[in-house]
Structure formats: C-alpha cells, structure tokens
C-alpha cells in the first residue's frame, strides 16, 4: 500500500498562542477515501490548512512535525505551488467566485494547471458530465446557484486542477439530506475514476463513514480514534457522539440534523 | 446649436483621454482595492522620457514610444514590488498616501531634472483637422481620442475574454480562494500596475501632445477621479463611458456657464449618481442570495 499523504506529529499554534494541533498523525492510503471527525474546535479544519499551505495567512504556524504528499515533504511550500502539484482543497463554505459565470469559475481553476500538461476543453467536459446541471448554467452567474449546485462547482473547480490529492472541508454544510447524498455519491465516484486520494472533513458522519474506508477522529488536536469505516459504524463511543444513536434508545440524530441545517452566517464560513 | 455640437464633439473627444486614465486607476484599485495617486506622475515622467526620446536624442516616435512605456513599465514594477509589497495587508488608507507619497517625489525630481517650465511637445499626431459633417474638431484631439478610445476598447476586451482576465477579477473577489485555484495573486496585482503603466504612458504622451509638457502636465489625474467614482470604482467597462460623460460635462458646461464651471461639474454629477447608484454606474454591487 503506497502512500498519499502522511501526517506525523503535527503542531499547529495560532498567533503564537492558542494550540490548535497537539501531535496529530494520519495517514491517507493511495486512491482511498479518508474520513477526519471530530467536536468543534477538535482541529479539522486547522488539519487541511496545514496541508495546503493557509495556516500563515490566518497567522497560524506548524511548530513541530512533518507532512508529506506523495513521499514529498510540502511544509512550508506556497498555497499556489501546492495546488499545480495536485493537492487541492475545497474550503468550508464554498467559496464560489460569485460574480462570474459558472464557466469562468473553471477557467479560474485552470491556473491550478500551470505548469503541467492540460487539456482543458477535455476537463470542462469532464465536469459537465460529472454535474450536468453545470452545463446548463455555464452562463449563469455563479451567485445564483443554489447551495448545492455551488457545492457541485467547487467541486468542479478542484476537479479541473487535475488533483491527485483533494482535502475536503464540510462539503455537507448547510445542504439538505438529499443533496448531500447526491455530493458523497459523487465525490466516491470521482475518487474512483480518476483515482484521486481523499481526506474528508466532515461533522456529518454519518454521511463521511458511509463514503470512506477509513475514519479518524480527532479531539483537542490528536487523533483519539481510527479504524475502518465499517468499524466505526460500529464503535460505541461513535454511535453515541457523531452518529447520535444511543444506545439507550433515545435518538439525538433529529436534534443533530436541526443543528447542523442551520444556515451558516456568511462570517462565520 | 452648431457651437453647441461643436463643443460636444470636443468634450467627448478629450474624454477618450480621461477614461484612458481613468482605466489605470480603475485596474489596480479593481485587484487590490488600492488608489494610485502616483498615476498623473507617471504620466508626466512618460511624457518627459518621450520628449527625450524624441527631442533630444532625435529617435523616430516608435521607438520612442516603445522606450517610454518599458521605462513606465519597470517604474511601476518597482513601485509595486518595493513600496506597495511590503505595505500589503496595511491599512488601505497607509497604501494610498504611499502612492501619493511617490507622485510628490515624482513631480519633485522632475522639476529638478527637467526644471520646471513648459516645453512643446513635438507631436506624432496630426495638426490637420477632422470634419465630422460640419462640425470642425482639431486634428491633435481627433486623433488623440481615437488612439486612447482604441487602446482602451483594446484592454477592456482582453480582460472581458481572455484567462488573464477571468484571473482579474478571481483575484478582485476573493484572494484566498484565488491563491486557492493556483493564480498567482501577487502576480495579478503586478499585472495591474503594468497595465496602468501602459495606459499612463500613453495617455501622459497623448496629454502632453495636446496641450504642452511640464512637471503638473499630471495634475489632469485628480480631475479624472470624477470619471472613476462615476463609472464605478471596479467597472473596467464603465470608465470608456464615464470617460466620455465627464469630457462631455465639462466641455458643455465651460460652453453655456463659464470655464469655472468647468471644474466641478463632473464632481457634482459623481454625487448625484452616488446617491442614486452607490457602486457607480457600472461598478459590482454584491450578490445577495435570500
Ligand atoms: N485563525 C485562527 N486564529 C486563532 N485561533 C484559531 C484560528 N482558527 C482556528 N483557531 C482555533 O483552533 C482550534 C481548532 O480550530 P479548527 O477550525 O481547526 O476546528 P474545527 O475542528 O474545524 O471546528 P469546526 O467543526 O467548528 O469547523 C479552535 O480552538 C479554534 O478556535
Ligand atoms: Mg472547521
């Protein structure tokens, strides 16, 4: 089993202060889909943006540990570098270039190709067929999307930088159950096809299990627990914390589901 | 009424100008919401490099043109790369006295280096005048306009089609997620400045072409705010017809109130529309999805 990407130990203090990750280790399996759970706060987000280069642009610094991709040590490189070596990462709350077509969100996705061979005609095509609702809108402003087709075009976006490694962060968040169904098909799909690792956050885990091989879950920073997904399913603690089936009969899942629903203000994502 | 037409067809020509200027402003603030107040500097040394080029050193206009605008260029690459760099993520209000900071330096060492009276600018336009029907428009302003109008409608499709483009106004909306999608943003902003240099450099020969060439040939730059406010802040498109109200306002007021006039009513316009349109006339009002 190769590698794609192997975290070890890593560190994170923002601001010099505030320890956001306290030796934290993972790894992602070549081709597979991993899952990363865990509390708010626990460090999720802070995981990916130390992979893909935004933790200094939020004033946050590995102190300690080492990532690598592929073999490769990539601490400290770029945001843009890493993102034309393949390592892509669809940030928490979309982020859709808002007053341009949905088309010209793709074109913007091409620079992530700088440097390596592209095609993009043949990218485009791939991400219609993918989303064909995108098709439709190419010429609509992307603003008007609705959430789910905006996730669908970020989604897109990562999928034209010819990724061979995409972080995912909360790709669920603020959609409806149906729609999220619909991305994690989608997301398994193209996981599949075009053989692309992945490292999923996400605070519905039930959905995240369902799509992965493998789940971590993290708490103040470190890695509690891991396994395979199917286990997890299984795990008592999991059941009772993330998938919100008690054991005692009493189901917190509607409860969970209200919350999570629950729009997400635009400063907060 | 024929004078009335006359001076329309004069405004409108001089406003081809302004909004070759106004493009420069509006390019940079539209990557890194900053104000360049350096820009009528550096349309006043364009000019001077050009002067040299051409009067003094006797080169054919061509290759004066292409002289003066690497020396704008490389002006403003350095500008960018060590004033404006290094003051990124600064207060926006630190930025722009920096840039107005540069522009007074600027005018300071052309006054020193080319002293501080007015010179005749050979012209490579043509004195000959235009007709357009019955009306007479002066041949320098004629052809000025056409020039600017052509450069101006030249930079504004590329940005509308091509990848460079699309990464403008990625950069515009959002660095991070443009720093995300692989552009090079700092890169952007660079881009930016070497186009205001471009348009600079030709609107500050073109300046100096119609009227004469000293160290305040830049002061023009302040007047043509009234053009960026009005066509919108952001609006690449909107400062070719910004451009041409503004010429026209002025040209027709001077007309029928008196020159001083002149002046202010392209300001008292900017407000009204403010009022009216807070983004400007064509400027991006934000999405809002309910
Ligand atoms: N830019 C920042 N500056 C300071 N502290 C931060 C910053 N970003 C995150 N933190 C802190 O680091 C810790 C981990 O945050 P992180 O965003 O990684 O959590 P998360 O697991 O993604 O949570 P959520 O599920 O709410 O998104 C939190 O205590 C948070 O307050
Ligand atoms: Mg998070």
């Known amino acids: ?269 | 009424m024929q004078i009335f037409l006359e001076y329309s067809a004069l405004g409108i020509a001089a406003g081809g100008v302004y909004a070759l200027i106004a493009l420069g402003f509006v390019v940079i603030f539209k990557a890194s919401q900053t104000f360049n107040f350096a820009m009528g500097e550096m349309m006043m040394v364009s000019a001077y490099v050009y002067f040299m080029c051409v009067v003094l050193m006797g080169w054919n206009w061509m290759v004066g043109l292409a002289v003066t605008i690497a020396v704008s260029v490389l002006i403003a690459l350095v500008m960018e790369r060590l004033i404006l760099r290094p003051m990124l993520g600064r207060p926006i209000i630190s930025l722009v006295m920096v840039t107005f900071g540069a522009g007074i330096m600027m005018r300071g060492i052309a006054s020193i280096i080319w002293g501080s009276d007015t010179d005749q600018m050979p012209s490579f336009l043509s004195r000959d005048p235009v007709m357009l029907g019955e009306l007479f428009i002066p041949g320098k302003t004629a052809r000025a306009f056409a020039v600017a109008v052509a450069v101006v409608v030249g930079l504004v499709l590329y940005f509308r089609y091509s990848r460079a483009g699309v990464a403008l106004r990625a950069t515009a909306a959002d660095q991070t997620t443009s720093f995300a999608m692989g552009i090079n943003v700092h890169r952007i902003f660079a881009m930016t400045w070497v186009i205001a240099a471009i348009s600079g450099a030709i609107s500050g020969i073109l300046m100096a072409s119609i009227n004469s060439l000293s160290p305040s040939l830049g002061l023009v730059a302040l007047n043509v705010l009234a053009v960026v406010i009005l066509g919108g802040m952001d609006s690449i498109g909107g400062v070719l017809v910004a451009g041409l109200i503004v010429g026209w306002l002025e040209a027709v007021t001077g007309y029928l109130l008196g020159s001083e006039w002149r002046d202010i009513t392209p300001y008292i316009a900017a407000l009204l529309v403010l009022l009216t349109r807070p983004h400007g006339l064509f400027g991006t009002k934000p999405i809002e999805r309910i």
């Open chain 1, 1 to 269: 089993m190769t590698v794609a990407l192997e975290i070890n130990n890593l560190e994170v203090v923002y601001h010099g202060a505030i320890q956001a990750l306290n030796g934290l280790s993972l790894q992602v399996p070549e081709g597979e889909i991993v899952a990363l759970l865990g509390a708010n706060g626990a460090g999720k987000s802070t995981t990916l943006k130390a992979i893909s280069g935004f933790l200094p642009l939020e004033g946050g610094k590995v102190t300690h540990g080492t990532i690598q991709v592929g073999g490769a040590d990539i601490l400290g490189t770029a945001p843009h570098l890493l993102v034309r070596s393949g390592i892509v990462q669809v940030r928490e709350g979309r982020h859709v270039f808002a007053d341009m077509t949905v088309e010209d969100n793709l074109v913007a996705a091409t620079y992530a190709t700088v440097g390596r061979p592209a095609a993009r005609r043949h990218a485009f095509d791939e991400v219609y067929s993918y989303f064909p609702i995108l098709a439709e809108r190419r010429k609509q402003n992307a603003g008007y999307l609705s959430g789910g087709e905006q996730q669908m075009l970020v989604i897109g976006r990562a999928l034209v930088a010819q990724p061979r490694l995409i972080l995912f962060d909360e790709p669920s968040l603020g959609l409806a159950p149906m729609i999220v169904a619909e991305i994690f098909e989608i997301i398994r799909k193209i996981s599949r096809e075009k053989e692309v690792s992945m490292l999923i956050v996400e605070q519905n885990a039930t959905a995240a299990l369902r799509t992965a091989s493998y789940g971590y879950v993290i708490e103040n920073g470190r890695a509690v627990i891991d396994g395979r997904a199917e286990d997890l399913v299984q795990n008592k603690d999991i059941r009772e914390f993330y998938l919100g089936i008690s054991e005692h009969g009493a189901d917190r899942q509607d409860f969970r589901e209200a919350q999570r629903r629950k729009p997400v203000p635009e400063w907060l994502a």
